[in-house]
C-alpha cells in the first residue's frame, strides 16, 4: 500500500512502486553514464527537454507517400512505376535498391508522413551499435520506423545539394539473401542515388537516420 501523502490528489502523487522504478531507472542512467554508453550532455539535455516539455525531435521535412505511384484498378501502388519515376528524374538506383522498391508496399492513397532526422550521437550513442539497438532508442524516444517507401520518396522530393547520405530507419527487406535498408544520398554533390545496405552493420554514431515521430 502507498504510503504518499493523501494531500495530493489522485493520478498525480507516485506510489512506493512508481518511486522505486523511478530510482531503478535514475540508477541505469548513471551507471550507463559512468561506462561510457551514454553521454552525459545528452542524458542532461534529454531530461530538461521532459521538465519543460519540449518535444526533442523536430519535424526536419514532410513529404507525401502514394500519389503519382499508383496504378490498377485495385488502387495498389506500382513498384515499376516508381522506378520508372526515379529513372526519369535521373536518380541512380543500385539493383539492391530497385529488387526492395519491387518487393515494397506502396500507400494505397496519398499520405503526408513529418520526418525527423537524428544521428546516433542524438539518440546518445558513443560508440557504433547495431540496427536493433538505435531502432529501440528511436522508439524509448519517442520516434517510430518509417515505411520502406520513404526511401524513394524522399529521394525524389528531397532536393539534396550537399555531399552526404541518410539512412532510412524502415523495417529492412530481404534482397539476395540478405535483409537490408535503403539509403538516400548524394555523391560528388552532384549525383543523387538510392542503394540499399544490409541492415546488420555496425552503425557510427555520426549516421543520420530518418525516423517519424510515434502517434
Known amino acids: ?3 504518499a501523502s493523501s494531500a495530493v490528489p489522485d493520478g498525480t502523487r507516485m506510489t512506493d512502486e512508481q518511486l522505486g522504478q523511478f530510482t531503478r531507472r535514475c540508477n541505469e542512467l548513471k551507471r550507463r ?6 553521454e552525459y550532455a545528452w542524458v542532461m539535455n534529454g531530461l530538461q527537454r521532459l521538465i519543460e516539455g519540449v518535444n ?4 526536419w521535412k514532410t513529404i507525401k507517400l502514394g ?7 485495385d488502387g495498389t501502388g506500382s513498384g515499376d512505376r516508381l522506378l520508372s ?6 536518380i541512380d538506383v543500385s ?3 530497385e529488387d526492395i522498391v519491387r518487393k515494397m508496399p506502396l500507400a494505397r492513397a496519398e499520405a503526408m508522413i513529418p520526418l525527423v532526422l537524428v544521428s546516433g550521437h542524438e539518440l546518445g550513442f558513443n560508440a557504433p551499435a547495431t540496427q536493433e539497438e538505435i531502432y529501440a532508442r528511436a522508439r524509448a524516444c519517442g520516434l517510430d520506423v518509417v515505411p520502406a517507401e520513404v526511401g524513394p520518396q524522399l529521394r525524389l522530393q528531397y532536393k539534396q545539394r550537399e555531399t552526404g547520405w541518410v539512412a532510412i530507419g524502415m523495417q529492412p527487406v530481404e534482397s539476395e539473401g540478405y535483409m537490408r535498408i535503403l539509403i538516400v544520398g548524394v555523391a560528388e554533390g552532384r549525383v ?7 541492415s546488420l552493420n555496425d552503425w557510427s554514431p555520426e549516421v543520420r537516420w530518418v525516423f517519424t ?3
Open 1 to 3: 500500500m502507498s504510503t
Open 33 to 38: 553514464i559512468s561506462e561510457g554508453t551514454l
Open 56 to 59: 526533442p525531435f523536430r519535424t
Open 67 to 73: 500519389g503519382n505511384t499508383q496504378s490498377g484498378m
Open 85 to 90: 519515376i526515379l529513372n526519369f528524374c535521373d
Open 95 to 97: 539493383d539492391l535498391a
Open 192 to 198: 543523387t542515388f538510392l542503394t540499399a545496405v544490409e
Open 213 to 215: 515521430n510515434a502517434k
